[in-house]
DNA sequence: TACTTTTTAGCACGAACGTTCGTTTTTGTC
DNA sequence: GACAAAAACGAACGTTCGTGCTAAAAAGTA
């Protein structure tokens, strides 16, 4: 399918970069229709209702994701070679896609948190989709031998999710370059904190 | 000066417990005159803008922080305990004041960390004084020797805020009720992997 | 090229937005 | 109780909001 999905693509591009900054919830039909050279009802007609456009803002958002966070920390091998790629993808990754603002999809949950409905749902799902993979990753380097076997696996993810959210605030509150750097260096120190001692182990 | 300040407050009051479920930039003079029962024209001559509104909005929130979280804890003894308070009472203070919703100065901070203007600076301003006192409660943790000498204090609190901050999205996006526990083990191993040998030392 | 389907524009709607203004009610002071 | 000051109201302003329609234009297909 050709023009229709092509122009949707290009509102989405422009509806991102725009939400990065004002959030989702500051997303106005006129306004993006404004922004994309398009009149307010040929846009809408993409989407059929605001909260269709802030999901489909949010969807779009989660599979970006998966493009430059998820999928290359695959890549690396398993343990903490791969963790450590994903929380270092994670950090900057809306600076790869050239966002202007922050990560909308961690100021989306602020945004919805208190607020039931379908765009609360797919914020929570994605999180939630995120935070098990993960777990996952700690699994692994558990299994590996690298993390100790009595690590607790959803509170390392707890804490490393609170890393990046304080990098985050940080960053744009603050415009405080050093944030990056605190971040790797408290992730270093959770690892650390439950680093297996002595020689690796291997799970067979 | 009477009735004037009280209404006023009064205005607050709902405004703080509307905020605190959509956000700071949700909030609308008609919706806030309606449940106030007043008139719009009448609530707005309260501010005079709705900017000035909002900034009203977070002073509030502030001054209500600092009569929960931070004088509250400032009766406790210099060093950890104190410390300890100021991260305790912070965890909780939303419910101490019964608001609805969450944390809407962390939310705050999230909403406009993009988009410069006066609304931003309150923000940032606040966050800037409540990060120097726990730097200076840090520091006289590290004073009374319960802390390493050679602790990176801002470092300290930059992996504090991070802690309250994921406890904060964790409480409220997925309901888990046993946020505030992992915040306080985080906090907990925070504290241990900088203890003092040979200080005091906490039961495990 | 002709025809069908998809995509976009134009226009209008009712509601809510922030704001101004003049008037009325309430309050505090003598 | 009179009177000035403060507070609240009601109505209206121009805009923008999200959302329907219908018609025109563009794209895809034969």
Partial sequence: MGKGEETRQAILDEALALASKIGISGLSVGSLAE????????????FGS???MQIAVIRESQERFADVVVRPALKEPRGLPRLRAMFGNWL????KIKLPGGCLLISAASEFDDQPGPV????????????????HAVGMAVEAGELRPDTDID????????????????????????????AFE????????????????KKE
Same sequence: chains 1, 2.
């Fill in 35 to 46: 922004r994309t050279g398009m009149s307010k009802s040929g846009l809408f007609a993409h």
């Fill in 50 to 52: 605001k909260e269709e």
């Fill in 92 to 95: 900057g990754w809306t600076q």
């Fill in 120 to 135: 609360r749902d797919a914020v929570a799902a994605g999180q939630k989709v995120w935070r098990d993979t993960l777990a």
């Fill in 155 to 182: 509170q390392f993810v707890f804490e490393m999710v609170g890393i990046v959210l304080v990098c985050q605030q940080n960053r744009r509150l603050f415009h405080d370059k050093g944030s990056d750097k605190r």
């Fill in 186 to 201: 408290a992730f270093d120190r959770l690892v650390r904190d439950r680093a297996a001692t002595g020689g690796k182990r």
